[in-house]
C-alpha cells in the first residue's frame, strides 16, 4: 500500500526556515519522481517542484527559487523540503505526491503559516 505521509509544518515569522518531510512506503522511492504541492486557502493547487531519480530538482514555481530546496534520504524512504527566508504568501498547506504505475498519490498535507 503505497503511503505519503507529510510532516513538519507549523507557525514561523516572516524570515524564518521550516524543513518538512515526506516519509513514503509502499513503493520504490528511489525510482520514484517525487513532487511538491501547496494550496493556500482560496486558491488552486501550486506546483512547486519535483525531484527526478537522481536527486535532480527541477522548480516549477519561480517565487520558490533560491529559497526552497528538496532532498531525499534514500535509507529513509523520505524526502525534504527545506523552505528558508518564509513569506506570508508562503503560508499554505504543503503536499507531497508522485505518480506510481499510472495512478498519483498524495499525502494528507501539513499546513504552514507565515506570520507576525
Known amino acids: 500500500q503505497v503511503q505519503l505521509v507529510e510532516s513538519g509544518g507549523g507557525l514561523v515569522q516572516p524570515g524564518e526556515s521550516l524543513r518538512l518531510s515526506c516519509a513514503t512506503s509502499?513503493?520504490?522511492?528511489?525510482?520514484?519522481?517525487m513532487n511538491w504541492y501547496r494550496q493556500a486557502p482560496g486558491k488552486e493547487r501550486e506546483f512547486l517542484l519535483s525531484?527526478?531519480?537522481?536527486?535532480?530538482?527541477?522548480y516549477h514555481l519561480d517565487s520558490v527559487k533560491g529559497r526552497f530546496t528538496s532532498s531525499r534520504d534514500l535509507t529513509k524512504n523520505t524526502m525534504y523540503l527545506q523552505m528558508n527566508n518564509l513569506k506570508p504568501e508562503d503560508t499554505a498547506t504543503y503536499y507531497c505526491?508522485?505518480?506510481?504505475?499510472?495512478?498519483?498519490?498524495w499525502g494528507q498535507g501539513t499546513q504552514v503559516i507565515v506570520s507576525s
Open positions: 509502499g513503493f520504490n522511492f528511489g525510482n520514484a519522481i
Open positions: 505526491h508522485s505518480w506510481i504505475l499510472f495512478d498519483q498519490y
Open positions: 525531484m527526478s531519480h537522481d536527486g535532480t530538482t527541477t
